[in-house]
C-alpha cells in the first residue's frame, strides 16, 4: 500500500488565487512528520513546511499553510495567493517513528501557475 | 545561510564504470543521507548515515553502493560499477540533530547519466 498518496498529477491554477495541494498518509506509528517540498524546474529540492503528529495547530509558513487533519490521514498544503514563481513539483513526504528519520515521498504535483 | 552543496552538478558515465558522487553537508549536522529521483518518478530514499556508520539502507542500496565519511566534511556515495538503470538525479540531504521540524536540507542534486 501507498504510504504518500497525491493523488493530483497537475493543476493549472489562476494567479493570485489560493490552490490546495493534497496528501494522504498512512502510518500506524503514533509519531510521525509530515513535510512539503518544493521542486522548481531547476531541479533543487526546497522545503516548504512541516507539521509533527503532535502538533495541536496546523503549521503556517507565509504563504504556506497545512490543513492537517489527523482522523483522516490528509495533510494538505495550502498556498494563498499564487505567484508565477510557484510553478513548480510539490512533494509530501512523511517521516515515520523516532528512528533516522528517512522520508517516504508522494509521486508529487505539478503545479502551473497561469498569468 | 549554510547550504549542502554537491559536486558533479551532473555526470555522464559509461555503464559498467565506477562513480562517485559527492557532497559536503551543512557543518553541524550528524544525520546524512542519500536519495534518489529518476526522471519523472517520485524520490527515493537510499542509506542514511549517522555516527560514521549507516544506520538505514533501502533495498535500492545493495552491493554495488557505498558510502562513506571520509574526512568528517564531505559524505560520499559510490557505484561500483553504474548500470544504465542507475540514471537518475540522486540528492544528498543532512539534518541536525534535535532539530524541532527534523528538516532535512537538500543540496542541488547530482545528475548521473549512464550511457
Known amino acids: 500500500a501507498q504510504k504518500i498518496t497525491q493523488t493530483q498529477p497537475g493543476m493549472f491554477v489562476q494567479e493570485k488565487e489560493a490552490v490546495t495541494l493534497d496528501c494522504t498518509y498512512d502510518?500506524?506509528?503514533?509519531?510521525?512528520?509530515l513535510f512539503w517540498y518544493k521542486q522548481p524546474s531547476s531541479g533543487e529540492m526546497i522545503f516548504l513546511i512541516y507539521?509533527?503528529?503532535?502538533d495541536q495547530q496546523n503549521a503556517t509558513e507565509g504563504r504556506y499553510s497545512l490543513n492537517f487533519q489527523k482522523a483522516r490521514k490528509s495533510a494538505n498544503l495550502v498556498i494563498s495567493a499564487s505567484q508565477l514563481g510557484d510553478s513548480a513539483m510539490y512533494f509530501c513526504?512523511?517521516?515515520?517513528?523516532?528512528?533516522?528519520?528517512?522520508?517516504?515521498w508522494g509521486a508529487g504535483t505539478k503545479l502551473i501557475i497561469k498569468p | 545561510e549554510p547550504e549542502v552543496t554537491q559536486t558533479p552538478s551532473h555526470q555522464v558515465t559509461q555503464m559498467g564504470q565506477e562513480v562517485i558522487l559527492r557532497c559536503v553537508p551543512i557543518?553541524?549536522?550528524?544525520?546524512f543521507y542519500w536519495y534518489r529521483q529518476i526522471l519523472g518518478q517520485k524520490v527515493e530514499f537510499l542509506v542514511s548515515?549517522?555516527?560514521?556508520?549507516?544506520?538505514?539502507k533501502s533495498e535500492i542500496f545493495d552491493d554495488q553502493f557505498s558510502v562513506e565519511r571520509p574526512d568528517g566534511s564531505n559524505f560520499t556515495l559510490k557505484i561500483r560499477s553504474t548500470k544504465l538503470e542507475d540514471s537518475a538525479m540522486y540528492f544528498c540531504?543532512?539534518?541536525?540533530?534535535?532539530?524541532?521540524?527534523?528538516?532535512?536540507?537538500f543540496g542541488p542534486g547530482t545528475r548521473l547519466t549512464v550511457l
Open positions: 507539521q509533527g503528529s503532535y
Open positions: 557543518s553541524n549536522h550528524l544525520y
Open positions: 502510518t500506524s506509528d503514533p509519531s510521525y512528520g
Open positions: 540531504a543532512s539534518r541536525r540533530s534535535g532539530s524541532p521540524s527534523n528538516e532535512q536540507f
Open positions: 548515515f549517522y555516527n560514521n556508520e549507516i544506520s538505514e
Open positions: 513526504a512523511m517521516r515515520e517513528g523516532d528512528s533516522n528519520y528517512q522520508l517516504i
